[in-house]
């Protein structure tokens, strides 16, 4: 995070700005139940979904700023929804061997609904994650990441943190690439009127892909 921030104190010369690269996408997904008395499917739901994304590269480091909204209506019960997303995200080279990066966001979500307890929904969530991959060789690194969230509710019983640790591998084996990842969550009650339990969550992968270039 510290790199990212010195590079962008940096003299404008010193950096090789590129033209922008913009991206404007919509999205429409829609659902279906089946009616078991008319041996038919309906339409349950739909969610649009709009999203703008800039990416700016300025060797040897990359920006990008992005912002997504989102609505989602259910036809046949409540729950519909809908959010705002603004996120933003860099990287930086140093030499070789090393890239950081870091990406901060925030999200608001809305339901117009109340909860079985009559309570609001709605909420903020904020993130922040700092990685770095380390490139050992081609073909070779070892990355590193740690992530930290919470979201702040209107009801403070629905308040929660998290924070999470994440590690890989990936190797070159002649043609192809073996990757393994961890990430390992833990989460936690944010405030005295916090209902959340303390929960950890883990998962893990392992990947083998072919690769001859």
Do not use: I
């Not at 259910?74 to 990406?103: F, H, I, M, T």
């Not at 608001?108 to 904020?126: I, V």
């Not at 050992?136 to 919470?150: I, Q």
């Amino acid at each position: 995070m510290c790199a990212l921030l010195a590079l962008v104190c940096l003299p404008a010369w010193s950096l090789d700005w590129k033209l922008p690269v913009v991206t404007v996408r919509y999205e429409a997904a829609g659902g279906s139940s089946e009616d078991p008395d008319e041996d038919t499917f309906e339409p349950s739901s739909l969610r649009n979904t709009v999203s703008f994304r800039v990416k700016e590269e300025a060797d040897p480091a990359t920006f990008g700023l992005g912002l997504v909204m989102s609505a989602k209506d259910y036809y046949q019960q409540n729950g519909d929804y809908s959010y705002l997303k603004l996120e933003q995200d860099g990287s930086v080279r140093l030499g070789k061997p090393w890239k950081l990066g870091n990406a901060l966001a925030a999200k608001w979500m809305d339901y117009p609904q109340l909860d079985s307890f009559g309570l609001p929904k709605d909420l903020l969530g904020l993130s922040a994650a700092v990685d770095a991959v380390l490139r050992l060789d081609r073909g070779t690194s070892l990355e590193a990441g740690l992530t930290g969230r919470c979201a702040l509710t209107e009801n403070p019983a629905d308040a929660l943190q998290a924070y999470a640790a994440m590690a890989g591998l990936t190797a070159r084996l002649g043609d192809w690439l073996l990757s393994a990842r961890y990430r390992g969550e833990l989460r936690l009650p944010l405030g005295e009127a916090s209902a959340a339990g303390l929960d950890t969550y883990h998962t893990g992968s392992v990947s083998l892909q072919w690769d001859p270039n």
